[in-house]
């Protein structure tokens, strides 16, 4: 089988190669630029829980060594302290790393990768399809063919694999826009991410009045201050007044010392790509959605979109075309993305629309800070990971299946778990291997040896159970779940969403689950994908 083809070399395809690598599939990745990317400290991104646990695990390396976990987070109205949240542990944090520090893991992790080739120097400027593949020629000084498997667009908002596929992108521009600056200083707010609407100092120049101070490693802060609808210029002679001001009206009075490191206008646009499959080309991040307004990050979902098609693709590259597998990387994503688009555009208004909600709703300013506190954090609508509760995957009714408190399609709890070697691991440590996930809810067993209890009551069944799959699987014990009784039978995802859960060992519908969440029998499959591009 020929390689797959991945085009952009930003975070979400270098994370969707190394995803692909540890299942097996050789890629070759086509960079347009020379294999690094330039230090720029306020280009900057903020990952949750999930995505910041996905580049660990295909990298090695803990992101807090390398990027801030902020210790806590508040809204500011004013003078006013709208909404304060501390992290104990007890919550997820979310994690804020500057986007060539990330890319430059990705890269390390790659050069040991002997299935993975980085192509730099190579701009994409064509593509022919065929059922059995697809080639991709490339320009530039080592300018030449390409012949793939798959092809996977991560190449940007200006995607060359969208236009060559005439695959329309409409949305919104200019959503936002917001003038940043990265600096070097003391904030009176250790470590703790700041949201200040309206602050009661005087601002020049052009200001939509909101201010956000996010923590980086080594004293450094990013600082955003949302511009007004518009396309007025921001000078640096404003800039570095708009810092001063704000620095000072922080501190209660002078300036205090501060290095200015890099400058930039964020501008962000929502759009949304029509197809993100044309046979056997695919579309990814930021070049199947933009999104980011209101606190909410565009690369989290691209991540998740890296994540949710690897293991697919593994699937088809190894066992042959899967059609319904695939076609259910859209289905999936697509949704998940536009209700995040929908979520933000109807809460646009109502927060960037001035006092008139203000003069009729009483108390209605709280409900707006909760509302970006979501964005920001990674919560409720606007960024909260998404479910697949309507997934094309998802089984029928099965008669044995009971509820536990991650719905069908949730993302799973990430519990610690007993592998089958008898270690203990992290449920969210076998993901991403290709294989799903049989875990049994077995209270009592994390003090005793494996050799004791693996032969003992259910074990021995549901492990022939296991065996019997129609696709690899894990099993794993672990000695409780959120709402799940014991004898309780999960099955997962290799992304980590959840299928279903069984009330004790059910083969014949653990069976009919594995079998619908790798879209059906291969076999079933044929002549499926002469309409896999249809609109």
Same mark, same amino acid.
């Given at each position: 089988?020929?390689?797959?083809?991945? &085009?952009?070399?930003?975070?979400?395809?270098?994370?969707?190669?190394?995803?692909?690598? %540890?299942?097996?599939?050789?890629?070759?990745?086509?960079?347009?630029?020379?294999?690094?990317?330039?230090?720029?400290?306020?280009?900057?991104?903020?990952?949750?829980?999930?995505?910041?646990?996905?580049?660990?695990?295909?990298?090695?390396?803990?992101?807090?060594?390398?990027?801030?976990?902020?210790?806590?987070? $508040?809204? /500011?109205?004013?003078?006013?302290?709208?909404?304060?949240?501390?992290?104990?542990?007890?919550?997820?944090?979310?994690?804020?790393?500057?986007?060539?520090?990330?890319?430059?893991?990705?890269?390390?992790?790659?050069?040991?990768?002997?299935?993975?080739?980085?192509?730099?120097?190579?701009?994409?400027?064509?593509?022919?399809?065929?059922?059995?593949?697809?080639?991709?020629?490339?320009?530039?000084?080592?300018?030449?063919?390409?012949?793939?498997?798959?092809?996977?667009?991560?190449?940007?908002?200006?995607?060359?694999?969208?236009?060559?596929?005439?695959?329309?992108?409409?949305?919104?521009?200019?959503?936002?826009?917001?003038?940043?600056?990265?600096?070097?200083?003391?904030?009176?707010?250790?470590?703790?991410?700041?949201?200040?609407?309206?602050?009661?100092?005087?601002?020049?120049?052009?200001?939509?009045?909101?201010?956000?101070?996010?923590?980086?490693?080594?004293?450094?802060?990013? +600082?955003?201050?949302?511009?007004?609808?518009?396309?007025?210029?921001?000078?640096?002679?404003?800039?570095?007044?708009?810092? $001063?001001?704000?620095?000072?009206?922080?501190?209660?009075?002078?300036?205090?010392?501060?290095?200015?490191?890099?400058?930039? &206008?964020?501008?962000?646009?929502?759009?949304?790509? #029509?197809?993100?499959?044309?046979? #056997?080309?695919?579309?990814?991040?930021?070049?199947?959605? +933009?999104?980011? *307004?209101?606190?909410?990050?565009?690369?989290?979902?691209?991540?998740?979109?890296?994540? @949710?098609?690897?293991?697919?693709?593994?699937?088809?590259?190894?066992?042959?075309?899967?059609?319904?597998?695939?076609?259910? !990387?859209?289905?999936?994503?697509?949704?998940?993305?536009?209700?995040?688009?929908?979520?933000?555009?109807?809460?646009?208004?109502?927060?960037?629309?001035?006092?008139?909600?203000?003069?009729? /709703?009483?108390?209605?300013?709280?409900?707006?800070?909760?509302?970006?506190?979501?964005?920001?954090?990674?919560?409720?609508?606007?960024?909260?990971?998404? *479910?697949?509760?309507?997934?094309?995957?998802?089984?029928?009714?099965?008669?044995?299946?009971?509820?536990?408190?991650?719905?069908?399609?949730?993302?799973?709890?990430?519990?610690?778990?007993?592998?089958?070697?008898?270690?203990?691991? #992290?449920?969210?440590? #076998?993901?991403? %291997?290709?294989?799903?996930?049989?875990?049994?809810?077995?209270?009592?067993?994390?003090?005793?040896?494996?050799?004791?209890?693996?032969?003992?009551?259910?074990?021995?069944?549901?492990?022939?159970?296991?065996?019997?799959?129609?696709?690899?699987?894990?099993?794993? &014990?672990?000695? @409780? !779940?959120?709402? *799940?009784?014991?004898?309780?039978?999960?099955?997962?995802?290799?992304?980590?969403?959840?299928?279903?859960?069984?009330?004790? /060992?059910?083969?014949?519908?653990?069976?009919? *689950?594995?079998?619908?969440?790798?879209?059906?029998?291969?076999?079933?499959?044929?002549?499926?994908?002469?309409?896999?591009?249809?609109?």
């Amino acid at each position: 089988m020929d390689p797959v083809i991945i &085009v952009g070399a930003g975070p979400v395809g270098l994370t969707l190669a190394l995803a692909l690598a %540890r299942q097996e599939v050789p890629c070759v990745v086509l960079d347009e630029g020379p294999g690094k990317d330039e230090p720029r400290a306020a280009r900057t991104v903020v990952l949750r829980e999930d995505t910041a646990a996905l580049i660990e695990r295909l990298t090695g390396v803990p992101l807090d060594q390398v990027g801030a976990q902020w210790a806590g987070w $508040r809204s /500011v109205r004013r003078k006013q302290v709208m909404r304060e949240v501390f992290f104990d542990g007890s919550e997820p944090v979310p994690l804020h790393i500057a986007q060539h520090v990330l890319t430059g893991l990705l890269r390390s992790a790659l050069a040991d990768e002997r299935l993975v080739k980085i192509a730099v120097e190579s701009r994409l400027d064509g593509i022919e399809q065929e059922p059995s593949g697809v080639t991709a020629h490339t320009r530039g000084p080592k300018g030449t063919w390409w012949r793939g498997s798959y092809l996977v667009g991560c190449d940007g908002p200006r995607s060359t694999v969208r236009k060559l596929q005439d695959i329309r992108f409409p949305g919104r521009t200019a959503v936002e826009r917001h003038a940043v600056a990265a600096l070097r200083t003391e904030l009176p707010w250790h470590n703790e991410a700041l949201l200040h609407r309206v602050p009661p100092w005087r601002m020049s120049g052009p200001s939509a009045g909101e201010i956000t101070a996010r923590p980086l490693p080594d004293g450094v802060w990013r +600082l955003d201050w949302l511009l007004p609808p518009g396309k007025d210029l921001v000078t640096p002679e404003l800039l570095l007044t708009r810092i $001063r001001e704000t620095l000072a009206g922080w501190a209660g009075g002078s300036t205090p010392p501060y290095e200015l490191l890099d400058t930039g &206008v964020h501008t962000v646009h929502h759009r949304l790509a #029509r197809r993100w499959r044309a046979e #056997r080309v695919f579309l990814a991040g930021d070049a199947a959605h +933009l999104l980011g *307004a209101l606190g909410t990050h565009g690369l989290d979902e691209g991540l998740r979109d890296a994540d @949710n098609l690897a293991w697919k693709l593994a699937l088809a590259w190894h066992h042959g075309p899967h059609e319904a597998l695939l076609d259910s !990387y859209q289905a999936e994503r697509r949704a998940v993305v536009a209700a995040r688009l929908r979520a933000a555009d109807q809460a646009l208004p109502l927060l960037r629309g001035g006092g008139g909600l203000r003069s009729y /709703v009483p108390g209605s300013s709280r409900g707006h800070d909760a509302l970006l506190t979501d964005g920001h954090l990674g919560q409720g609508q606007l960024g909260a990971p998404g *479910a697949y509760a309507d997934s094309p995957l998802a089984p029928g009714p099965l008669e044995g299946e009971v509820p536990v408190d991650t719905p069908p399609g949730a993302p799973v709890t990430d519990v610690r778990v007993t592998a089958e070697d008898g270690t203990f691991v #992290r449920l969210s440590d #076998r993901l991403g %291997r290709g294989a799903l996930l049989v875990v049994l809810i077995a209270p009592g067993t994390g003090v005793w040896e494996r050799k004791h209890w693996a032969r003992a009551g259910i074990m021995p069944r549901l492990a022939a159970a296991v065996t019997a799959l129609p696709h690899p699987a894990e099993l794993l &014990v672990a000695e @409780n !779940y959120p709402g *799940a009784a014991a004898h309780t039978v999960l099955l997962v995802r290799p992304d980590g969403h959840l299928v279903t859960a069984f009330a004790g /060992v059910r083969p014949e519908d653990l069976y009919a *689950a594995a079998e619908a969440t790798v879209g059906g029998p291969a076999k079933a499959q044929a002549g499926a994908g002469a309409s896999a591009g249809s609109p």
